[in-house]
């Protein structure tokens, strides 16, 4: 009797939380996070492109060494182990072999740095900029001020949609999209090159697009 209520208490609570994920569950945003996205973000320019394949040529070369050393280790383990009769032996290391397991990680990390170096000059190249921003961070808000290029002197504050505000206010939020919606929204042209400089009005803020592979942290006192 009592494993057939432990059964049946663990199947009410496997309903229960089935129907609270169902009565929760979102959909896709139009350009924003999927449902049960497991990669980065889709890229939409080419910096955000190269994080993408600097992400996975990382991870595989990682999974790999990985996979290698401890593959190595434990067959070691298993094949030597003492329950079999085999005996620790103290061997003179070869120089060949510090030679190797130094200049093979070595090479390796070298590898790993070159192309992620690449990125990282790429990300803070702004010469040449077709558009240059400046983005002001306000407390549940941003300042934007189109410095040079098209829309030069254009200058507004974004702050969210007054529907959501309600909403928000009301304790009742409705929609995927609840409180991602602003009353004036930051448009750039495409196939141009944005320069976005940052800086902070009271505390610091982080500015992010994650489809345009960009996060700059804007802080109070500074321009960068």
């Known amino acids: 009797m009592k494993s057939i209520s432990n059964r049946l208490a663990s199947l009410l609570l496997s309903a229960g939380v089935w129907a609270s994920t169902s009565a929760f569950a979102v959909n896709d945003l139009p350009g924003g996070p999927a449902v049960n996205q497991l990669n980065l973000h889709p890229p939409v320019t080419r910096i955000a492109e190269e994080q993408h394949w600097l992400h996975w040529f990382m991870l595989i070369l990682c999974t790999v060494v990985f996979v290698l050393v401890f593959a190595v280790m ?29 200049l093979v990680p070595f090479l390796i990390v070298i590898g790993m740095a070159l192309p992620a170096t690449k990125v990282l000059v790429a990300q803070k190249d702004t010469t040449n900029a077709d558009l240059t921003i400046k983005v002001t961070g306000y407390q549940w808000k941003w300042g934007y001020d189109y410095i040079k290029g098209e829309g030069e002197g254009i200058g507004f504050i974004s702050t969210l949609d007054a529907s959501h ?29 944005i320069r976005v400089i940052t800086t902070a009005n009271d505390v610091i803020h982080a500015f992010m697009v994650p489809a345009f592979g960009i996060k700059q942290d804007a802080i109070p006192g500074f321009v960068r």
């Open 74 to 102: 434990f067959y070691s383990i298993w094949k030597h182990r003492r329950s079999v009769g085999h005996k620790a032996q103290q061997l003179a290391e070869p120089i060949w072999v510090e030679i190797g397991w130094t």
């Open 165 to 193: 505000r309600a909403m928000s206010d009301a304790g009742k939020p409705a929609g995927d999209n609840y409180l991602l919606k602003v009353d004036k929204a930051l448009v750039v042209p495409v196939g141009k090159k």
